[in-house]
């Protein structure tokens, strides 16, 4: 029965293969571009594309391994080998990725995937994205970006993680992906893609999941954190709020200015983790709150929830109305969608300081970092402070304390990996190095990363190696 009504649900979809596509024959063509590596055949392929070429391969796997001891690129198929060569001579994204690994769903017909960045401090551990992607460099580009933001996220947190990011696209397709049914089956079978993996790689919950979602993973796979309770930690938006505002009282403190009471803050987004900034900044005696958002009824939520405190305006805007970037502030936060501090934004700012929740806030790591410190704005990074997701959710396996300590001591000013010490020691070292707080972020990440698992260092490439040597592309 099930098995029918998810054919039902996934036919429409079929319509998208109809047309030739893209030939078997493909080219191997490659350009430099802007210091960015671009591929003239693979990675513009849309992912459904890619698929549709798999399938003319007669293959339902691959992988793209990298020896970084040995410099060497191992692909299961020339269709990886030439994706492959796009990743590893990319210069934005890339960074000695350890491996990607690809499969479609059986029944779901959707391409998966896990990136797998760096694991002597720990198994790659990240969360799953279920997302569209309208070719294979976007794809691939957000799995190498993310997954290596998980490295530096878990190490600058003090975790004995690596990091990694699993990818779901979304297809074209008129499919309902609220409902039961289809999600049962999408994530039920990416759990068995975990499961394949034998370990090394660890999922979790991301943008376009729930909790419920990590639940249906865990039906197949043990290789799952975020669970709903009992059996996890449940929605970590409380904490990652608390952890986002201990970031704006290191910068405010770093400017010499006291702490947060009376200080004028504008909060992009009032979705969950948005409405608990708002909590949290009240309970610091804030002076103006300002929050936007484009849902209509989101703001009337939460109008509802501050109705008894005057200093919290919430405002409805419109998409793309970027008036709020002007808005004159102390704290702009930005708490919604990533990639909003771009080069049309950022000089718009009226602030002293930006520090939000929303993950890859600058739409150019580099270029968008710079030109806010040009501008003389303290950035605090995003994965510096949104850290609190992975922290709440990454040791569910050693089980639960009341006030745990092991979650607490990042709110604190004592411990040496707590979001306000960090955040000090990256304002400082962009201060007496004079390069932007996003490089400073990046540079002690990277040392940090560096630092070996005294037990299971790098048992994440053992896995790796050893799937590769079991055929895994061909099970």
Request: proline residues 4%.
């Amino acid at each position: 029965m099930l098995k029918n009504t998810i054919s039902s649900v996934f036919k429409c979809k079929q319509s998208i293969f109809n047309k030739p596509l893209f030939t078997s024959n493909i080219s191997r063509n490659f350009s430099i571009t802007n210091n960015h590596f671009v591929a003239t055949n693979t990675s513009a392929l849309s992912p459904e594309q890619f698929q549709e070429e798999m399938k003319k391969e007669g293959i339902t796997r691959g992988y793209i391994v990298y020896d970084a001891k040995e410099k060497k690129l191992i692909a299961s198929h020339p269709l990886f080998e030439d994706l492959g060569k796009f990743i590893t001579n990319d210069k934005r994204d890339f960074l000695n990725h350890e491996g990607v690994f690809f499969q479609i769903g059986p029944k779901s017909g959707l391409l998966f995937a896990a990136f797998l960045h760096k694991s002597n401090r720990g198994i790659p551990h990240g969360g799953v994205r279920f997302w569209k992607y309208n070719n294979m460099e976007d794809y691939v580009r957000d799995g190498l970006r993310l997954s290596l933001g998980m490295t530096r996220k878990n190490a600058l947190a003090g975790l004995y993680w690596g990091g990694g990011k699993g990818i779901v696209q979304k297809t074209n397709a008129n499919v309902d992906y609220s409902d039961d049914k289809v999600r049962d089956v999408i994530f039920s079978e990416y759990g068995e893609f975990l499961t394949s993996l034998k370990g090394g790689y660890y999922g979790a919950e991301d943008v376009g999941l729930t909790t419920k979602d990590c639940d249906r993973m865990y039906t197949k796979s043990r290789f799952v954190s975020c669970l709903s309770p009992p059996l996890g930690s449940g929605n970590p938006s409380s904490f990652t709020a608390i952890g986002t505002v201990c970031g704006m009282e290191a910068a405010v403190n770093f400017l010499g200015l006291g702490d947060l009471t009376g200080k004028k803050i504008v909060v992009q987004g009032a979705g969950n983790v948005a409405s608990y900034i708002i909590e949290e900044l009240v309970k610091r005696n804030a002076g103006q709150i300002i929050a936007t958002d484009i849902d209509p009824k989101l703001i009337e939520k939460r109008r509802e929830q501050f109705k008894n405190h005057p200093n919290v305006q919430l405002k409805v805007v419109e998409p793309g109305d970027l008036s709020i970037f002007e808005e004159p502030c102390d704290i702009f936060a930005p708490s919604a969608l990533g990639g909003i501090l771009n080069s049309t934004t950022i000089p718009k700012l009226n602030c002293k300081i930006v520090c939000g929740a929303a993950n890859n806030q600058l739409l150019d790591p580099v270029v968008h970092d710079k030109m806010l410190q040009e501008r003389g704005i303290i950035y605090v990074p995003d994965y510096v402070n949104n850290r609190m997701g992975i922290v709440n959710c990454a040791n569910e396996v050693f089980g639960y304390i009341a006030h745990d300590e092991a979650i607490y001591r990042h709110f604190g000013r004592d411990w040496d990996n707590s979001v306000f010490v960090i955040v000090s020691k990256i304002l400082q070292a962009s201060k007496e190095k004079n390069i932007p707080t996003g490089l400073a972020a990046n540079q002690l990440a990277d040392e940090l990363s560096n630092v070996e698992n005294p037990i299971i260092g790098h048992r994440g490439w053992q896995i790796v190696k050893s799937l590769v040597e079991e055929g895994w592309a061909k099970q």
